[in-house]
């Protein structure tokens, strides 16, 4: 007999960036990070495990793709539950227009929990978090909706993510699509590379520490001047540790400046409206409900139909279970 669960889980993008594992296996952080998921990007994920099967199956948007990390993933679940048998794997991206976001946090954050549950699991969030970390690090704060930190704890008992209490601010990010192709160098790898050659690495550490800290005080004080300063500063100080490794590389392409200096000019105008990046050259606008209107009007050139407006999310959660 067979169990299938679908879970959704939702994208979330970092206000404070973790960047960097001091341990690669267990994925453990050198440094906190604080996130916003968001309502719009979302990956629904369907495992069933299935004692006939020879060999765990994965599928996603519909096409058959290899299996390897997935069933690297599902080898943690069987180890807890006892689970021998291997799965099927379905996993729907829900990224309007294909906007080149699909993320790996929504996909671990889906996956860990649709599987422990149909693996017989009943982990609680805490756990849960512990367990999408080992599939990506980011997708540890995707177990929780709105804004959360991931604490990067000291072993894999310590290291999870959880949710920050709730701000008054009314949160809204505006995603630029830059480019939507596949990125130059994964974050995995180029983590790996600024840890061992860029000499601002240590600096990056030692700061955005700090700075986590200082974002969950200017969350529970409302003080968005304070949060989006913090976001745009985290941000280039990540981009900075990448560009001095060695060889040199950065995610930014031309487009990728010409909407941070919008955001910079309508700061200048008023606008409360602050800029980060990610492993992509991609730009998210963090701003207030009443100033997407204006966000929006000053980013049309060049970039009406490749804007997307959206805001905080929900927790991740089980839509179906069938025997
Ligand atoms: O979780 P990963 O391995 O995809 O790394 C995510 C890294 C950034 O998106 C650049 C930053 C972050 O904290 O999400």
């Known amino acids: 007999m067979t169990h299938a669960v679908t879970a959704r889980a939702h994208t979330n993008i970092a206000l404070i960036k973790y960047w960097g594992k001091r341990d690669a296996k267990l994925i453990l952080p050198y440094t906190s990070s604080v996130s916003l998921t968001l309502a719009d990007l979302y990956t629904d994920t369907t495992v069933e495990f299935d004692a006939a099967l020879a060999a765990d199956t994965f599928s996603l948007n ?3 793709r290899p299996a390897g990390k997935i069933s690297a993933f599902l080898d943690l679940v069987r180890a807890q539950s006892g689970t021998t048998a291997h799965a099927h794997v379905r996993s729907l ?26 693996a ?33 704890g000291s072993d894999d008992a310590t290291s999870f993510a959880e949710p920050l209490p709730a701000t008054t601010l009314p949160l809204k990010m505006i995603v630029v699509l830059v480019d939507q192709g596949r990125k130059a160098i994964s974050s995995r790898q180029m983590m790996t590379a600024t840890i061992a050659t860029s000499p601002y690495f240590p600096a990056w550490v030692e700061h955005n520490e700090a700075a986590a800290e200082k974002m969950v005080r200017a969350l529970a004080a409302n003080d968005f001047a304070q949060v989006g300063a913090l976001t745009e500063a985290s941000s280039m100080q990540m981009h900075a540790a990448i560009m001095a490794s060695e060889p040199p590389f950065t995610y930014f392409e031309p487009e990728t400046l ?11 105008g008023g606008v409360p409206a602050y800029a980060t990046m990610d492993a992509g050259p991609n730009v998210k606008i963090l701003t207030l409900a009443p100033y997407v ?6 980013l049309a050139e060049p970039f009406a139909g490749r804007l997307l407006t959206t805001g905080p999310g929900p927790a991740a959660r089980i839509l179906k279970e069938a025997s």
């Not at 599939?135 to 709105?146: D, K, P, T, V």
């Open 120 to 152: 017989g699991l009943a982990l609680s969030p805490t756990d849960l978090s512990r367990l999408a970390r080992r599939g990506s690090g980011s997708a540890s704060r995707s177990i929780f909706g709105g804004l959360a930190i991931w604490h990067r």
């Open 62 to 64: 519909g096409e058959v």
């Open 258 to 268: 010409v909407a941070w200096q919008k955001v910079q000019a309508l700061r200048a």
């Open 293 to 298: 209107d204006a966000v929006v009007a000053a």
């Open 93 to 118: 991206n829900h990224v309007p227009t294909a906007a080149g976001l699909a993320s790996s946090a929504s996909a671990f954050a889906a996956l860990a929990m649709a599987a422990s549950s149909a």
